[in-house]
């Protein structure tokens, strides 16, 4: 069956629909918090306040598969949307009470509320979830490089995300065989994250919640295969990824 939500050829099962979200999309900073990082106004273009890339792979997936797509409205400096009520990280430490209850009522929870119906939404109808969290890492961290240029997060107990997984690295690998692709890496696909949460709202047959990792490598460069060529391997390898059109 041909997803009526799907354009032009691309074929997802109807009983699938992908919700997209973007939780460091921004580096944005309220004007009332303004002078929190006024002695390091370099901080704010750094993958510590936001990663970059993450908003226009989003809203590239977003288009292609005619999917919503959520995204954070304020920079993670502040609060950081893809942590849980409770994380230790989850506000900037210079944040007092009044401000740390502001964020989560202007900024959080809107959008973890609003991401999270409309997923239910779905699911209240009999249909299955695949939530694409889209994130972007720096390739170097600590004087480490981070061997890998595309990665997936996923919780390997639960069957459907890994078999996803699978099908779509393994689509992503046939296009574009130099990409080091890699799975749960740099971080565990179970750590806190708005995917993890989540896992925890919907049974696994419902709900497949998958962190997309890109290397920050890309988004700053250009030519034959850079940024623009990436995200279209991305798309287009999602497409046939176990989703009724292999080629
Ligand atoms: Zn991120």
Same mark, same amino acid.
């Given at each position: ?51 970059? #890339? ?31 009520? #409770? ?135 250009? #030519? ?24």
């Amino acid at each position: 069956m041909i997803n009526p939500f799907a354009p032009r050829g691309i074929a997802l099962p109807a009983s699938h629909q992908l919700v997209v979200t973007c939780e460091h999309a921004t580096n944005h900073l309220p004007r009332r918090y303004a002078l929190l990082f006024a002695d390091r106004p370099q901080l704010l273009d750094t993958h510590c306040a936001y990663d970059p #890339g993450a908003l226009e792979l989003a809203k590239r997936l977003s288009q292609r598969f005619s999917a919503p797509c959520f995204t954070a409205t304020v920079s993670r400096l502040l609060v950081d949307c893809n942590r849980s009520l #409770g994380h230790r990280h989850l506000f900037a430490p210079e944040l007092d009470a009044d401000e740390r209850a502001a964020l989560l009522r202007d900024h959080y929870l809107p959008y973890r509320q609003a991401a999270t119906a409309a997923m239910t939404e779905i699911v209240s109808r009999g249909a299955t979830v695949l939530h694409l969290s889209v994130h972007t890492f720096t390739p170097w961290l600590d004087d480490t490089e981070r061997r890998a240029d595309f990665a997936l997060l996923y919780d390997p107990r639960r069957n459907p995300e890994k078999a996803f997984c699978h099908d779509w690295l393994t689509a992503l690998a046939r296009l574009a065989p130099g990409l080091r692709l890699r799975r749960n890496y740099p971080y565990r696909g179970v750590a806190d994250g708005f995917t993890t949460a989540l896992r925890r709202e919907f049974p696994e047959e419902r709900y497949l919640g998958i962190e997309l990792e890109v290397s920050q490598k890309f988004p700053a460069a250009s #030519g034959d295969h850079g940024w623009q060529w990436l995200q279209e391997m991305i798309g287009r390898s999602l497409a046939t990824a176990g989703w009724g059109e292999k080629d």
